[in-house]
């Protein structure tokens, strides 16, 4: 679930610690905040993504064998067994794939976070072939991989190196990458996408054309994880204020939306534009895919909500609402139903299942502007929060039905989004002044209304910048805020420490003012793995994280 908002600047950090049906941020006791973890504090330079039997890697001399998971650090070496590929992922800019029996010495490692990897990563390769894909680098930061034969050189690209004794082999699928012989380092030759080169003790005169074996070879690079950095999105970044990025857990379909009311369909990993959707006459607010990824919802400032079939971008349903104003939208896990709230303080249930918009009914009047909405994927719970620094909390229908009887769980300052556990055993809140709370939901006995207690609440300490996004990560151990000051944290959900510092990637896209660099979307794949967060000028910063 994510909606477009616009910000205020924030307020000093807050925690919270209280429990019940009313829940209030009377009674905090203020500490120090724990100093939060330096990027990257969390995990290696490096790790196996994916190992095949066989592999081993070496450090100090000891071999051990591969598993998925296993740590690298500088100085390791990684030998690959004789059958299937082996995967690596360096942490915030690169992942690679080694083919059977390569050997890869890890050089040099920077020693950066999933935000920005900044100085030279080195790699020997001693022989065998790596796939290669490099996020574009900050700073004067290189990718380098040497051979016996030849030394590559790129910052942003996705290539392929064979190492042979006497020949290096190098085919460049995007970006460039500069080919220089050991004996003559000053010497290089720069080869562009679909250019390929042979070394053989010099740099030949000019690069050759990819023919189709090679295109058949580069093709494995699109199985590598995403290596993460900042993608401009097509048509988008630098033309108008965002208000909504999203991305599918699948990582294939992304959403942006904003001042214009168009809709684009782009790829993550990209940012190029598949498809335009038209038909709001104003901004657009609130946007959403389905549970299964072929159809988006829109909303926004004309008093409409649009049904979108991505396959072939057609307009399936649209809803008129009778407040004008939607800010944000929230479906069903079955998609037969859709929520939506906005400035008049109701939330509405539309059914999908109808040919034509019709509202099933409303929930009760939380007499308060509200901003978001959200929907438990086992349909018990149904939340949405606002302006009043409350958020109203439903059970027992699902979101099949109008229904009676909320609880109001007390925020110590106004909400901005709301996210549910996978497991619909939590409620998440994020909002002003840094505020970030977790509620554990305890339902009550079967058929009662949620008079009673339905919620213990744990507080955790913020930047003290506004939080305009939430979510959790699918195995729980984790949430994420995306707050203003254009950082994504991620908290330790049991301990309630923030462990690790995603930074907005650089990006010089030629919007500015109010609401350009503040997040406008937050998604997670669905292995947990990639971490997506959009900005209010049109670009999408991608980190990847490991286990």
């Known amino acids: ?106 050089t040099g490692l920077p020693e950066a976070g999933a935000g920005q990897a900044a100085g030279d990563t080195r790699l020997r390769l001693e022989g065998g072939t790596a796939l290669i ?28 190196v064979d190492a042979e004794p006497q020949q290096t082999r190098v085919i460049v699928a995007e970006g460039h990458v500069a080919v220089s012989a050991p004996a003559a380092p000053a010497a290089e030759l720069e080869l562009a996408a679909d250019r390929k080169a042979v070394v053989r003790g010099a740099i030949p005169a000019a690069a050759q054309a990819v023919d189709a074996q090679d295109s058949l070879r580069l093709a494995e690079l699109q199985e590598l994880p995403d290596p993460g950095g900042l993608r401009a999105i097509e048509g988008v970044a630098g033309a108008v204020l965002v208000n909504s990025i999203i991305v599918s857990p699948d990582g294939q379909k992304g959403l942006a939306a904003g001042s214009t009311g168009t809709i684009t369909l782009f790829d993550p990993r990209s940012g190029r534009s598949l498809r335009v959707l038209r038909g709001h006459t104003t901004p657009v607010r609130a946007l959403s895919f389905s549970l299964d990824g072929q159809r988006a919802y829109s909303a926004g400032t004309d008093g409409t909500i649009r049904v979108w079939d991505l396959g072939n971008g057609a307009e399936r349903q649209q809803f008129l609402t009778p407040t004008g104003t939607v800010a944000c939208l929230a479906p069903s896990r079955d998609g037969k139903f859709l929520l939506s709230c906005g400035d008049d303080g109701r939330v509405r249930t539309w059914d999908l299942t109808r040919g034509v918009g019709y509202s099933r009914g409303t929930y009760e009047d939380t007499s308060t502007s509200l901003d978001c909405v959200a929907a438990s994927l086992d349909g018990r719970w149904v939340a949405a929060a606002g302006s009043d620094r409350t958020v109203s909390i439903w059970q027992g229908a699902g979101v099949n039905a109008a229904v009676k009887g909320r609880a109001i769980l007390r925020a110590p300052a106004r909400i901005r989004d709301l996210a549910f556990s996978p497991d619909s055993s939590m409620l998440l809140a994020g909002g002003e002044n840094g505020a970030l709370v977790a509620w554990y939901l305890r339902p009550p006995p079967r058929g009662n209304a949620p008079t009673g207690p339905v919620a213990d609440v744990r507080g955790f300490y913020s930047s003290g910048a506004e939080i305009m996004r939430v979510a959790f990560m699918p195995d729980q151990s984790r949430v994420l805020s995306a707050s203003r000051d254009a950082v ?38 669905a292995d947990g793995h990639t971490v997506y967060s959009g900005s209010g000028d049109g670009t999408l910063s991608v980190w990847w994280l490991p286990d």
């Open 1 to 106: 679930m994510t909606c477009g908002q616009q910000a205020r600047l924030a307020s000093p950090l807050l925690t919270l610690g209280c429990a019940g049906a009313v829940c209030s941020a009377q009674g905090v006791r203020p500490r120090p905040a724990p100093a939060p973890a330096q990027a990257g504090s969390i995990a290696a330079p490096a790790s196996i993504i994916s190992a095949t039997p066989g592999t081993t890697v070496s450090r100090g001399g000891q071999p051990v064998q591969a598993r998925a998971g296993t740590a690298l650090k500088a100085g390791d070496v990684v030998q690959v067994g004789p059958v299937g590929n082996t995967d690596l992922r360096l942490r915030g800019h690169a992942a690679l794939r080694l083919k059977p029996k390569s050997v890869l010495h890890l």
């Open 133 to 160: 894909r490099v996020r574009t680098l900050a700073g004067k930061g290189r990718f380098i991989i040497d051979t016996p034969s030849a030394v590559t050189a790129a910052r942003g690209t996705g290539f392929l």
């Open 488 to 525: 994504v944290h991620v908290w330790d959900l049991a301990s309630g420490r923030n462990v690790d510092r995603l930074e907005r990637y650089s990006a010089g896209v030629p919007v500015s003012g109010y609401g350009a660099r503040q997040p406008v979307g937050l998604s997670v794949s």
